[in-house]
C-alpha cells in the first residue's frame, strides 16, 4: 500500500484529533501504510520514534479531545533546507510519499514549499549515498494535501477553519457566567477574545451574546470611539440595563493602526462614566476543552476528504487544501488559498480594510 503520513502543525485547535483519526482511518480502509508524525515539522526532521505506524486502534477514543493528541510545535529547522533534507531522508526511509498537513497557513506554506524542493532533495540524497537509485526512482513524487486547523476562522477559501466552532462555544459560555456576575453588581465588563489579526470570534460572540460593543481589527472603531462608546453605554443603563458587555479582539486596532487594547478601553469608561469595569481575557481557555459536534464532524468530513484527494492526485496535481464551502468538503489550490490570506493580511497592514473584508470572503 501506499505511505502516507498525518501531522498537526502550530497552533493547536479542537477537532484536530476528529481529523487526525478520519485520515488514519480512511487510508487504512483504501490499504495504505499510515503513519503519525509527532511534534509537527520538529518529528519530521528529527525522525526516530516521532515518525511512528498508525493502526486502527491507535486512533479510538480520541475524537472527544481537545488539542492534537499526536503533538504540535512549532519548528525552525524545517524553515532552512538542512531540516527539510533530514525531513526527506526520513519520509523515504519509511515509504511515505503522502503527507496531510493539518495547521495554519504557516504550515500550509512550508508543505508547499517542501513539495516544490522534493525533486532536488531526493537528488542530494542520492548524491550523498543516503538513499539509492532505486528509493529515488520509487519515491519520486510527494502528495500533499492541506486542512485547516485553527480557532481564528482566518483562512481564505474555507468558510469555517477546525477549531472555531468550539471556540465560539467556550466564548459564550465565559460571557454567560460573566454576564450573571455583573447583572448582580452592575457592572461593566470588558472581554478581551483571540482572533489574532481576525475579528471573527469577536464580532460572533458578540452578536451571540448582547454585548454593547465590539473592536475588531477590520473595522476599526471612527476616531472618536471613546465618545460614542461613553454614549453608548450610557444610553443602555439609562434604559435600565444593569450590565455592559464590551467584547475587544486581541486584535483590535484604531484608525492609525495601532491597538486598542482592553486595558484602554476600561480607562475610558472609568474616567468618563466612573462604571464599576472589570477586564477579563479569556486566553487559552478559548483553545482548550472538548471539541464541538460540529467541529467533530468537520474534522471527519475534511479528514476523509484528505485521503482521497491524496489517493487521485497525479504528478499534474496542485497541492491542495480541503475546505468547507456552504456544507461541502471542495478541494482547493493551497497556494492560492495562501496568498489570499497573505494578501487579507497585507491590505490590513495598509490600512485597507475593505478590501480585507473583501478579500476575506465568507469567513
Ligand atoms: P501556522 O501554521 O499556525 O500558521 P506557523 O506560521 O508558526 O504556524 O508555522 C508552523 C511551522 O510551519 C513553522 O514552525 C515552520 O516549521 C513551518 N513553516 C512555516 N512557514 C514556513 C516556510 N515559509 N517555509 C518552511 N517552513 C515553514
Given at each position: 500500500?501506499?505511505?502516507?503520513?498525518?501531522?498537526?502543525?502550530?497552533?493547536?485547535?479542537?477537532?484536530?484529533?476528529?481529523?487526525?483519526?478520519?485520515?488514519?482511518?480512511?487510508?487504512?480502509?483504501?490499504?495504505?501504510?499510515?503513519?503519525?508524525?509527532?511534534?509537527?515539522?520538529?518529528?519530521?526532521?528529527?525522525?526516530?520514534?516521532?515518525?511512528?505506524?498508525?493502526?486502527?486502534?491507535?486512533?479510538?477514543?480520541?475524537?472527544?479531545?481537545?488539542?492534537?493528541?499526536?503533538?504540535?510545535?512549532?519548528?525552525?529547522?524545517?524553515?532552512?533546507?538542512?531540516?527539510?533534507?533530514?525531513?526527506?531522508?526520513?519520509?523515504?526511509?519509511?515509504?511515505?510519499?503522502?503527507?496531510?498537513?493539518?495547521?495554519?497557513?504557516?504550515?500550509?506554506?512550508?508543505?508547499?514549499?517542501?513539495?516544490?524542493?522534493?525533486?532536488?532533495?531526493?537528488?542530494?540524497?542520492?548524491?550523498?549515498?543516503?538513499?539509492?537509485?532505486?528509493?529515488?526512482?520509487?519515491?519520486?513524487?510527494?502528495?500533499?494535501?492541506?486542512?485547516?486547523?485553527?480557532?481564528?476562522?482566518?483562512f481564505c477559501g474555507t468558510d469555517m477553519t477546525i477549531g472555531t466552532d468550539s471556540a465560539l462555544h467556550r466564548i459564550m459560555d465565559a460571557i454567560d457566567a460573566i454576564v450573571s456576575t455583573a447583572y448582580s453588581h452592575q457592572r461593566t465588563f470588558i472581554m478581551e477574545v483571540m482572533g489574532r489579526h481576525c475579528g471573527y470570534l469577536a464580532l460572533v460572540t458578540a452578536l451571540t451574546s448582547e454585548a454593547d460593543y465590539v473592536f475588531i481589527p477590520e473595522m476599526p472603531p471612527p476616531r472618536d470611539w471613546p465618545t460614542k462608546l461613553c454614549t453608548k453605554l450610557e444610553q443602555e443603563r439609562t434604559a435600565g440595563q444593569r450590565l455592559n458587555i464590551i467584547i475587544v479582539s486581541e486584535g483590535a486596532i484604531d484608525r492609525d493602526g495601532q491597538p486598542i487594547t482592553a486595558e484602554m478601553v476600561k480607562q475610558v469608561v472609568v474616567d468618563n462614566l466612573k462604571q464599576d469595569t472589570r477586564i477579563t481575557v479569556l486566553g487559552h481557555v478559548q483553545r482548550g476543552g472538548a471539541p464541538s459536534a460540529f467541529d467533530r464532524v468537520l474534522?471527519?468530513?475534511?479528514?476523509?476528504?484528505?485521503?482521497?484527494?491524496?489517493?487521485?492526485?497525479?504528478?499534474?496535481?496542485?497541492?491542495?487544501?480541503?475546505?468547507?464551502?456552504?456544507?461541502?468538503?471542495?478541494?482547493?489550490p493551497l497556494m492560492e488559498c495562501v496568498e489570499?490570506?497573505?494578501?487579507?493580511?497585507?491590505?490590513?497592514?495598509?490600512?485597507?480594510?475593505?478590501?480585507?473584508?473583501?478579500?476575506?470572503?465568507?469567513s
Open positions: 500500500g501506499k505511505g502516507l503520513a498525518v501531522f498537526t502543525s502550530g497552533g493547536d485547535s479542537q477537532g484536530m484529533n476528529a481529523a487526525v483519526r478520519a485520515v488514519v482511518r480512511m487510508a487504512i480502509y483504501l490499504g495504505c501504510k499510515v503513519f503519525f508524525i509527532k511534534e509537527g515539522y520538529q518529528g519530521m526532521v528529527d525522525g526516530g520514534d516521532n515518525i511512528e505506524e498508525a493502526n486502527w486502534s491507535s486512533v479510538s477514543s480520541i475524537i472527544h479531545k481537545g488539542g492534537t493528541v499526536i503533538g504540535s510545535a512549532r519548528c525552525m529547522d524545517f524553515k532552512e533546507r538542512v531540516g527539510r533534507l533530514k525531513a526527506a531522508c526520513n519520509l523515504v526511509k519509511r515509504g511515505i510519499t503522502n503527507l496531510v498537513v493539518i495547521g495554519g497557513d504557516g504550515s500550509l506554506t512550508g508543505a508547499n514549499l517542501f513539495r516544490q524542493e522534493w525533486s532536488s532533495l531526493l537528488d542530494e540524497l542520492l548524491q550523498t549515498s543516503q538513499i539509492n537509485k532505486a528509493e529515488r526512482e520509487k519515491y519520486k513524487q510527494l502528495n500533499i494535501v492541506g486542512m485547516v486547523g485553527s480557532i481564528d476562522n482566518d474534522g471527519c468530513r475534511m479528514g476523509a476528504e484528505a485521503v482521497m484527494a491524496l489517493m487521485e492526485a497525479t504528478p499534474e496535481t496542485e497541492a491542495c487544501v480541503v475546505s468547507l464551502d456552504g456544507n461541502q468538503a471542495v478541494r482547493l489570499k490570506t497573505k494578501a487579507v493580511a497585507k491590505a490590513m497592514a495598509d490600512k485597507e480594510w475593505e478590501l480585507a473584508v473583501q478579500l476575506r470572503g465568507r
